[in-house]
């Protein structure tokens, strides 16, 4: 997907309610198992800004990216350059109900310095595995126990490509709603206009309130400069 009509998509899709529950990440010292559902050419790069409000992470495009004035960057709101995947977690997670869910599609994303292990895992398989794709293709993905590890893990491990009858009989039995990739701007913030920008900004971060500490998103050699 081009960048601006991910902007167009913003525009007229409004943001899932609940969006963190639609990232993929992983815990320091975590190891799960996802299948791509994407090859590299429908992946997206952009510039992601996250704010903080002291409990919590909110994910917005930078309206640079539009060709805008963006007000995060001007308050200096820590920004990466990020690519967007489509993925469906296998081991999945364990609700509040207690009840083990599988199969979930997540938003994948990678920022700069996570992607070029991924890229440089590739090329190895790549030497390895005659044609081998992105596409449909399993890893076992784990996140060093490193509390400024990236939360989308550091160390990836293939482990087969799935045919695509075997996806979508997971889809036959109820396992995964579909194989359709996630819309970015269905799960990150996209903007309209600078003011929109501002509002949310300011709808988030309390008056006065500092720069985020480091935490369990991890990445913080992965912010890029203004």
């Not at 004035?69 to 977690?89: F, G, M």
Request: with cysteine; proline share 5%.
């Amino acid at each position: 997907m081009d960048i601006l009509n991910l902007f167009k998509k913003g525009m007229s899709t409004p943001p899932a309610p609940t969006v963190a529950v639609y990232r993929f990440y992983l815990q320091p010292g975590e190891s799960k198992r996802v299948i791509f559902l994407n090859n590299e050419e429908e992946t997206l790069s952009t510039y992601e800004h996250t704010l903080y409000d002291g409990v919590k992470r909110y994910y917005a495009v930078c309206l640079k990216m539009a060709g805008l004035n963006c007000y995060l960057c001007e308050q200096k709101v820590p920004r990466s350059w990020v690519t967007y995947a489509t993925v469906i977690d296998i081991d999945g997670f364990v609700g509040r109900d207690n009840r083990k869910y599988q199969y979930v599609k997540r938003l994948y994303v990678l920022k700069k310095q996570a992607l070029e292990r991924f890229i440089a895992k590739l090329g190895k398989i790549r030497k390895k595995v005659p044609n081998f794709n992105l596409k449909y293709a399993e890893f076992e993905i784990t996140r060093s126990d490193l509390g400024n590890s990236p939360a989308s893990g550091d160390d990836f491990d293939y482990l087969k490509t799935w045919s695509e009858e075997e996806l979508k009989d997971l889809v036959v039995k109820g396992y995964v709603k579909d194989l359709k990739l996630i819309d970015p701007a269905q799960v990150v913030k996209v903007f309209t206009s600078y003011d929109e920008s501002k509002l949310y900004y300011e709808s988030i971060v309390p008056p006065g309130f500092g720069e985020e500490p480091e935490g369990p998103e991890g990445d913080i050699d992965d912010e890029i400069e203004f």
